[in-house]
């Protein structure tokens, strides 16, 4: 666009209005600009592959199919845990089986309940 004598913002409000379903000139700028990208891709992409070294070949499969070809090495931090949850079966104390344990008086505990 600069090389026609097109300013950047003006570009933009061009490219907002064929999007925005303006047509004519507006329309036909868009195709114009997608089909030169396309190309601009297409080319790079032979580039790429008609490079000599495997390094080239390996960064474009793991860019462009990355769940096959990209690198396994970086951590995924989206991963959800499920609390485990244990239950035992808990067999009724006696009182003074209470009280061992707890040190605590079944009474004190009555009249604490009674206060409630």
Request: charged residues 30%; aromatic residues 10%; hydrophobic residues 35%.
């Amino acid at each position: 666009a600069r090389k026609c004598g097109v300013g950047e913002s003006t570009f933009y409000a061009w490219m907002e209005k064929a999007e925005g379903g303006v047509g004519g000139q507006f329309q036909e700028l868009l195709e114009s600009v997608k089909n030169a990208s396309a190309v601009a891709e297409s080319r790079a992409i032979q580039t790429i592959l008609a490079d000599d070294s495997w390094q080239s070949k390996a960064w474009y499969l793991e860019r462009r199919f990355p769940e096959r070809w990209g690198r396994k090495d970086r951590l995924n931090a989206h991963h959800t845990v499920e609390p485990k949850v244990v239950f035992h079966t808990i067999k009724q104390m006696s009182e003074q089986e209470w009280n061992e344990v707890h040190g605590t008086e079944t009474k004190e505990l009555n009249s604490v309940e009674a206060l409630n």
